[in-house]
């Protein structure tokens, strides 16, 4: 009897020893998991704050040299204040413009050359080897970026050549140290410069001041609408890192219940297997038990609890997905992507404003829907779709959402049948800062964000509206070969 009873006593320490064992592996996957997480979270978080930094300084660049666009008395200061901003901006080492006649194609080399160091002075030597480089080269309407070897030191030449009538052209030359760190750096030049030269032309063709005030104005309401767009990007990105923060905090302790509820699911498995060994017993006395405490009723109830819970923690890890996605909607790199996905995702996100009042149907195509382009951008776009219908629909109503491939394009269309929207709403819907809501509650730049976005995906965007019966957007995107 005892060695039966101590062989008992070593299975059961044995079975425990093996749990935890499990237990204990589990939680070190969970932790390496976790730990490359964070890390890789960290780095796009860093990644993210300099890009907000460069923004920053575009911003100030762009405000910066407006104001030398407006208060510059002569053309040779204003090319000298923008010269001098461009180059402060781009960290560059020297800079130089000039308005050239036609078949000049190079600089005085008595022109004032701006650096960082020495400010506005002459350097002959360098405007020489320059002027041997630009020679050789068309005028462009592009920034052109070239190797370039300078008293034995390596620069990045940024060249821009650009014809200012048929008489003339602006030439202008920055030397750096690496190449301008992305795309909006070189669309902010661009802003600039073509503001420049509506300057110099107007000037040049004695047009009134009125006419130079339409320029300053242009120029302001640009600036003011890329100010405004930066201040929203910069809200998605703090909401994109608190949505990853609240996601990496939820997802640790829904991890724990997991394991923990699939190990009691195991538990329950064996109980059940033994409770049915005791049934099969011939002893009455154990089957009075079984039918007092209905234990068979016990057990499978448990099992659907147990399985209840285990659909519940897919359902929060389902959340817990979107909000990551969420959270790198400022990725910067293009990829191919189903974008019947993105739509799920972006449903889980937005799901909170519709599950209430709406009437959700999703009609996707079977096969994958592949587009090119980002992602968490388009997530973006339909997340602020769903809840505007969401918004359109305040008693409630019903959302249609249908996907389909054509021979050469993926077509969406977000069917609602709530207030619907006039022509003059129409016409204006994707104006920066138009908005139907109340003060206060909308900052009028959702639809013109989403518009931006869906441009940029090559995508174009179409609306049937009717005021008391619902909105159709449909929108086409190019399809993209995965392969």
């Avoid at 499990?22 to 998991?33: C, P, Q, V």
């Avoid at 560059?92 to 600089?107: K, P």
């Avoid at 339409?214 to 608190?242: H, I, P, T, V």
Wanted: hydrophobic share 40%; aromatic share 8%.
């Amino acid at each position: 009897m005892s060695d039966s009873v101590d062989s008992d006593v070593i299975a059961m320490l044995e079975r425990r020893l093996a749990r935890e064992k499990k237990a204990r592996e589990e939680a070190e996957n969970l932790l390496i998991a976790k730990s490359r997480e964070i890390y890789k979270a960290n780095q796009e978080l860093q990644i993210a704050l300099a890009k907000s930094e460069q923004r920053r300084q575009e911003m100030a660049f762009l405000a910066r040299t407006t104001g030398a666009l407006t208060l510059s008395e002569n053309n040779e200061n204003l090319l000298a204040n923008v010269c001098q901003f461009t180059c402060e901006f781009l960290h560059a080492e020297y800079g130089v413009a000039a308005v050239q006649i036609t078949n000049c194609h190079a600089y005085d080399i008595h022109t004032p050359v701006f650096s960082i160091q020495k400010r506005w002075h002459e350097n002959c030597k360098l405007l020489t080897a320059i002027n041997q480089f630009v020679e050789k080269l068309p005028a462009n309407q592009d920034w052109q970026d070239f190797p370039f070897l300078y008293l034995e030191q390596s620069f990045r030449l940024l060249v821009r050549h650009k014809p200012l009538d048929n008489e003339s052209y602006i030439l202008v030359c920055f030397l750096l140290k690496k190449s301008p760190a992305s795309a909006e750096v070189y669309n902010t030049l661009t802003i600039i410069f073509r503001q420049l030269k509506n300057l110099l032309l107007a000037r040049k063709l004695g047009l009134s001041g009125e006419a130079q005030s339409f320029d300053y104005d242009a120029l302001r309401s640009q600036l003011n609408r890329a100010r405004a767009q930066l201040e929203q990007s910069e809200k998605m990105a703090s909401l994109g890192q608190l949505a990853a923060g609240v996601a990496h905090e939820i997802n640790n302790p829904v991890g724990f219940v997991r394991s923990n509820m699939e190990s009691l699911n195991d538990y329950l498995s064996d109980l059940n297997a033994f409770a049915k060994a005791l049934e099969a017993c011939e002893d009455t006395q154990i089957k009075d038990l079984f039918s007092q405490y209905d234990v068979a009723y016990l057990l499978e109830d448990s099992a659907d609890i147990v399985s209840s819970n285990l659909g519940g923690l897919d359902r929060i890890t389902e959340i817990v997905q979107g909000l990551k996605s969420f959270s790198h909607q400022g990725e910067a790199q293009n990829l191919s992507f189903d974008l019947n996905q993105v739509i799920h995702t972006a449903l889980n996100v937005a799901n909170n404003e519709l599950k209430y009042k709406h009437d959700v149907t999703t009609h996707l195509c079977s096969q994958p829907a592949y587009i090119f382009g980002q992602p968490g951008q388009l997530q973006q776009v339909f997340i602020n779709m769903f809840v505007n219908a969401a918004q359109a629909m305040p008693n409630g109503g019903e959302l249609d959402i249908y996907s389909d491939i054509t021979k050469d394009s993926v077509v969406v269309m977000i069917r609602d049948t709530g207030c619907g929207m006039d022509n003059e709403t129409l016409d204006k819907l994707f104006n920066p800062f138009f908005t139907t809501k109340p003060v206060g509650e909308g900052t009028g730049l959702g639809m013109s964000i989403s518009y931006s976005i869906i441009e940029g995906h090559q995508g174009h965007i179409k609306i049937d509206s009717e005021l008391g019966k619902g909105t159709t957007f449909t929108l086409t995107f190019p399809l993209h070969n995965s392969n």
